[in-house]
């Protein structure tokens, strides 16, 4: 949506744009502000919560001393080239934009960093100490789309847009092991220990294989159900289970006999 001239007069009661001191245009659907380009006397402006997406229509407000632009669609911080004319500009609220990415630090930085003269932003004071930390650790912009030295416009976009994008992984990463924890959690499980599925050694195998030719030795039926041809045998933990049908059961007879436990005993 428009701002238009019937509502900039509305909500000042202003008879003339010239003469707008204030306005209030918080959640109006707002698209497009140009009309600001036309109101020099705008000294406190507040378009919270819409959709405007440049800050160049307010770079005409040369008294402009308060601007409220949270929860808006700014795409870079490079839209701030077009506050930097404004000597009187001492409060911003430029939260909840995409422009502000993953790093809160580095985008406080960056906008004191280029407007120096703020006392406040995001509700937040500004200190003495900020702004000199922000010479060293904030970047500088240049006009949108322009690629000027330094850390300017697209280069800057692109840099946040990289930290964006390895903050996302390594959060992706994070909520795929919390969500399996969580999910675990609910359904009153714990996780799985090592200690109830010991591995096997070669070791292992060669005492579970002695014994099941023990077990076999000396018994005709079992002696038969040995030979190579009919060898499926699992073995593990000191006993051994012929997989192959009845054999189970006559294997699983004469462990028992010698004194040995089966599975599940």
Known sequence: MKLTRKMVLSRAKASELHSVRKLNCWGSRLTDVSICREMPSLEVITLSVNSVSTLEPVSQCRQLSELYLRKNR??????????????????????ENPCCGPDPHLYRMTVLRNLPHLQKLDNQPVTEEE??????????????????????????????SAVDTSAETRQNTLSCGEEETSV???????PPSRERFPSFSQRDAVSGHKNRVSVTRGQPGLEAAATPAARHVEVGAGWAV???????????LSRTREGVGCPGQ
């Open 184 to 190: 675990q959690s609910q359904l009153g499980l714990k």
């Open 74 to 95: 700014i795409p870079s911080l490079a839209e701030l080239f077009y506050l930097k004319g404004l000597p009187r500009l001492r409060v911003l609220w430029l939260a």
């Open 131 to 160: 702004l000199s930390r922000a010479l060293l650790e904030g970047e500088e912009v240049s006009a949108p789309g322009i690629e000027g030295a330094g850390n300017g416009g697209s280069e800057l976009s692109c840099s946040l």
């Open 242 to 252: 012929d997989t192959q049908g009845p054999r189970f059961e006559k294997l699983a």
